[in-house]
């Protein structure tokens, strides 16, 4: 009888208590050792330092960066590996009071964007995150390499780092409309090759990529990566070893005859033509 005739009074109370106790949490809530905490915890993954415009809290537990910078350091100097328009994570509040709530990331880049999940638990911190439309020739780490890459990318990620290890996980990229050129071999120039698609599975393990059936195609022309990427870190410059499999149809086997002939060597009884490329990551040999 008294719940009946009170019932507006308890809802109201209840209400009331409600909002108090989520915006005392929000006021009183450790945001700077939170803020803190991310970005130690994204360096210690990515192993990088970061470099971020101030954070600003979105309620009731969200945050969002603005020009977010993975630097790596060579001396004196930090060089941008990876940059992010703008970069936020949310913290659901059901998860908050758990010791490594699941939270939701989104991000701008190179003109695509990206959205996933991540964890900070201890002994096995975990992010998958998704991207699509990024603008690959914009990506600092693809600048480095000794040739041009284009072209629109998508794909997922998954990266895992167990018990303070260094983070194993894998890339599946899909990328179109794109170009592979500044190809030279012995100084002699290759031309460029329009890539209609090129998809595939990258491992990684600690340094190292692995690519695993990486594809490409366009009209005239197929075929295949595979090999291996040591890339840079405090010790090691970075290298690569990774061999290009292709085979050409009727039009460039007539536009490109004189180039075809000079590595006729290397094809195999399938057709396949093959470029080595071997060496510094930054100035690796290209050969036969």
């Known amino acids: 009888m008294f719940i009946k005739n009170n019932y507006k009074s308890i809802i109201g109370y209840t209400l009331f208590s409600l909002v108090t106790f989520v915006l005392s949490l929000y006021f009183l809530f450790p945001k700077e050792d939170i803020k803190a905490r991310i970005i130690y915890e994204i360096e210690k993954a990515t192993a990088t330092e970061i470099n971020a415009h101030s954070g600003n809290w979105a309620f009731p537990l969200g945050i969002t960066f603005k020009n977010f910078e993975f630097r790596k350091r060579t001396g004196n100097i930090h060089n941008v590996v990876g940059h992010l328009d703008k970069f936020s994570i949310e913290i659901p509040v059901k998860n908050i009071f758990t010791f490594s709530p699941v939270s939701v990331i989104s991000a701008s880049s190179y003109g695509g964007s990206l959205k996933g999940i991540t964890t900070l638990n201890n002994n096995n911190r975990m992010t998958h995150v998704n991207w699509s439309n990024v603008d690959i020739s914009r990506i600092e780490k693809v600048r480095d390499i000794p040739a041009e890459l284009t072209g629109i990318l998508s794909g997922d990620i998954i990266l895992n780092l167990k018990n303070n ?58 075929g295949f990566i595979k090999g291996d990427i040591q890339l840079q870190s405090d010790s090691d410059p970075g290298n690569i070893n990774i061999a290009i499999k292709f085979q050409v149809g009727e039009k460039m086997k007539k536009d490109y005859r004189g180039i075809l002939s000079f590595i006729e060597r290397t094809k195999d009884r399938e057709g396949y033509y093959t470029i080595q490329i071997k060496g510094d990551f930054k100035k690796p040999l290209v050969s036969l």
């Open 165 to 222: 290890s260094l983070p194993e996980g894998q890339i599946r990229l899909l990328l179109k409309n794109g170009k592979l050129g500044k190809i030279n071999i012995m100084g002699f120039p290759l031309p460029d090759i329009p890539l209609n698609e090129l998809n595939g599975t990258i491992d990684i393990k600690g340094q190292t990529l692995s690519l695993k059936d990486t594809h490409f195609k366009n009209n005239d022309i197929k």
